[in-house]
């Protein structure tokens, strides 16, 4: 993960970075990605780059992480807005992340070329043992920041091992509707209705009570 001089540098200078390395991540796929042409876009040398990341694939974890703050950020708004309907920010979630996708081309062309590389299943957080962002909440804390948030009593399993169950599965769905966007962006309105039945069943469960 980037190192704590990183996270020192002036916000400015880190966006400077990030988005020099999307440029390059979106540019060609992953294995041949240039931290040259990184550091060249960024204006940085070789050795800043290496007192900032470990390689090029800890540059891929910071981008995800770092869109997962801000996602974070946009979900807590969200709710306070939606009075704490967990599946009412899912769906807006899906809307919110295509809308974002849409605006940046750039950031599909990432995607796909960094998921084109096993490896970096990682970068995405599907590996066991993921570490969280830092300074962000990891899995049991994220449950417990969500359960201050939504109205619990909508749930028939009100307590946090119930919302984490229900969180994963969300989640889950979002991200499967996500990568098929991906592969299909001109297929929306089908992955939006297969989400959007996900959501359903994960509400009111597959079986007649």
């Not at 891929?60 to 009075?83: H, K, P, S, T």
Request: proline share 3%; hydrophobic share 35%; net charge negative.
């Amino acid at each position: 993960m980037p190192t704590e001089r990183f996270y020192r540098l002036p916000e400015a200078k880190k966006q400077v970075i990030r988005q020099a390395a999307i440029k390059e991540f979106a540019r060609v796929p992953f294995e041949k990605a240039s931290i040259n042409q990184i550091i060249q876009n960024a204006d940085i040398s070789r050795g800043s780059f290496y007192t900032y990341f470990e390689d090029k694939q800890d540059v891929v974890r910071y981008i995800f992480e770092d869109n997962a703050r801000q996602m974070q950020e946009c979900c807590e708004r969200e709710l306070e807005r939606n009075g704490g309907d967990l599946f009412g920010m899912l769906e807006w979630l899906f809307e919110f992340t295509i809308h974002k996708l849409e605006e940046s081309k750039e950031m599909i062309e990432l995607v796909r070329n960094v998921c084109s590389y096993q490896e970096n299943t990682r970068a995405m957080g599907f590996e066991i043992g993921y570490r969280p962002p830092m300074g962000s909440p990891g899995k049991e804390e994220m449950t417990q920041w969500l359960a201050k948030r939504i109205r619990m009593e909508q749930f028939t399993r009100r307590s946090e091992e119930g919302l984490n169950v229900v969180l994963q599965l969300g989640v889950t769905s979002l991200i499967l509707a996500v990568r098929f966007y991906y592969e299909q962006p001109d297929q929306l309105d089908q992955i939006r209705k297969r989400y959007l039945d996900s959501l359903e069943v994960i509400k009111h469960g597959a079986l007649i009570s």
